[in-house]
DNA sequence: TCAAAAGTGTTATCCTTACACCCATGT
DNA sequence: ACATGGGTGTAAGGATAACACTTTTGA
């Protein structure tokens, strides 16, 4: 390090060096085949337009040890809910994403965390929280009864101007096309969907200005355009609805290779209610005889013995994780 | 949210919600088959024991947009690098990771990120930093030729009395034992070696009490045995050893599903090269044939046209990474 | 001529995917 | 009887892994 650097360093490290560290939770369950997402309720803070947010608050080390445990007493202060499974997802520090352009907010990071709840009713949370369908945000996530009608009448229509929109490139350096993200993103000619793509999809609906966030951001008036009217899904408080979209890609894409799912199940259950779950949250169809006997031959399951008392057609044998397989493969998870 | 928790959340809010932000950068090049990770010298920082560190900086809101061009800056302060592929890991907040037992330094939650360099030599650095090669960090990672030596010599004994010296459980709820553990992190009776599982075995090491890193954290005078006088591999200041250890374990798995290595290699390469790379960095072999056979099938990579002036043996035709393969294929990585 | 690395061909095996079909229960 | 979901068998196709073998250069 040079000695202006070094200067540099030391000055820099003493002075405006703190921020406030903000936890979100996202938290997932999923009742009747709607996966979840549990909301608070509009605290009146500044800056909030009375969008609902995820469960939030700031990390404080002097009362909490941990992150993880800072993040686990503002879920249960606010929602009455003890977390189970929680796993940190991202930390996202850019501005404008959480301040109006010009307004005094302080600079915030917000570390985002993805929870998993087995709880299959609205039960035991507190006045002011609510479970929330995710597709309610991200209408074009779910493709379990075919595409979504959304994507062709409204997105795909909006994305192709805003493509057509494109400056050509000043650098020689080739940056990929819109055109080009579009399709990958959303599997446009030919490229298939890809379920976990969440983020990619929210991040390029963000750039292209076609949700309401995208105007709190300070955008110059240069880019306004036809587009900007949409704003496609509901929105969430600040950059929340963002952290959700990596909860989803990431919970989707764990699926695969985690036992993640049995911490959205009852203990006892039905092959088929295991899948109808693991279709909630990748938001496709999977091919019913297939899925059992990947299930069965994983390991991941045993019978109870019990079988349920069913709900039209024969009985259906009843079947438990097993926690044993987490000892004997080296990557446990169902890929279907 | 209930009246109380609310009054909470608008108190903690105000007061002693900042913390102190770092930026912490595993930066990765390979040469000569030599994965090998950028660092600083010690600046005399409070804390710090003459121990080398990752570049690193806190974040600084007023002069850095994002945290990602702050990181960029400290970076090119302390080295000289500019730096091209960067992705961030994870957020570490633990007390105890950075703090020695009472000491008085302020709480520091640190982002980790990882940056891929494709530079091949030593020049371009700034006085002050220098390049390592990561296994001398991590000894236990490099399979290239065979077992390491030093995980049946030592991590296996010292691991096998740690695990001999398991508290029996106190809760009805049945952990997994320590002995399932080291099976399946270190691959012991016929469980696989998993060389994405880095950072799985460094947190069990410094749980073991066998890691340098161990000590700094203010132990129970209960938990000092005989094991606790072992430091495997080099230690790094901090946490860095762990964000370097997150930083292998990301590429290792990310090489697999995204065309990453050929931001490690220069813009021309022979089909060896390309595959000495990657071993450099899964720390494993590979299986030549199919290899090549594998890289060509899968478009990523095209003929220049051009042949190498060899190094011993038959001249091998040249390649080049072929950008527009990212446009064709969903998941364009080298599944090896 | 030999070592060293480049490059080609072939085969056995496993896993995925799709299709066809039978079973048990409630109405 | 038939609708509904549970449950089994099997065969085609593709990807993977292992092996054997030829080619082209430098020393």
Redesign the interface.
């Known amino acids: ?2 000695n202006h ?2 200067r ?2 030391d000055k ?2 003493d002075a ?6 903000g936890l979100n939770a996202a938290i997932v369950s999923v009742q009747k085949c709607h996966p979840q997402i549990l909301l ?1 309720k509009d ?1 009146g803070t500044v800056g909030a337009g009375g969008l609902d947010s995820l469960p939030y ?7 909490h ?3 993880e445990i800072g993040l686990r007493n ?1 879920v249960t ?3 009455g809910l003890d977390l189970g499974y929680v796993e ?1 997802l ?2 996202f ?3 404008g994403r959480h301040a109006k352009k010009s307004d005094r907010l302080p ?1 915030i ?1 917000s ?1 985002g965390y993805l929870a998993l709840s087995g709880i299959q009713d609205e039960t035991t949370i ?4 609510q479970w929330r369908s995710w597709y309610y945000f991200m209408p074009w996530e779910d493709w379990r009864n075919g595409k979504p009608s959304i994507l062709k009448d409204e997105i795909e229509p909006l994305l192709k101007q805003w493509a057509g929109r494109e400056p050509s490139s000043v650098s020689s350096a ?1 940056p ?1 096309m819109r055109k ?1 993200r579009i ?2 993103c959303f599997g446009l000619d030919g ?2 969907w ?1 379920e976990e793509k969440v983020l990619e999809r929210y991040e390029l609906l963000y750039e292209a200005g076609l949700l309401a966030e995208s105007r709190l951001d300070g955008r110059k008036a240069a880019e306004i355009w036809q587009g900007e009217m949409a704003a496609l899904g509901q929105p969430l408080q600040f950059d929340h609805r963002r952290i959700l979209a990596t909860a989803m890609g990431r919970l989707r894409g764990k699926l695969k290779y985690r036992p993640v799912v049995f911490e959205l199940m009852p203990t006892m259950f039905t092959l088929l209610e295991l899948q109808l779950v693991i279709e909630a949250v990748t938001g496709t169809r999977l091919h019913k005889q297939n899925f059992r006997r990947l299930v069965e031959a994983s390991g991941l399951v045993e019978k109870t013995g019990d079988t349920s008392t069913n709900t039209g057609g024969r009985p259906a044998k009843l079947f438990r994780f097993r ?1 044993d397989a ?2 004997e493969r ?2 446990p998870g169902l890929r279907v």
């Open positions: 390090m040079t650097a070094q540099q360093a820099t490290a405006a060096a703190s921020v406030k560290l608070v605290r608050g700031p990390f404080t080390p002097l009362e040890r941990t992150l503002w202060q606010q929602t940190q991202y930390t520090g850019d501005r600079h990071v570390i507190a006045q002011g929280s080739r990929i080009d399709r990958i490229v298939p890809d926690p987490l000892l080296p990557e």
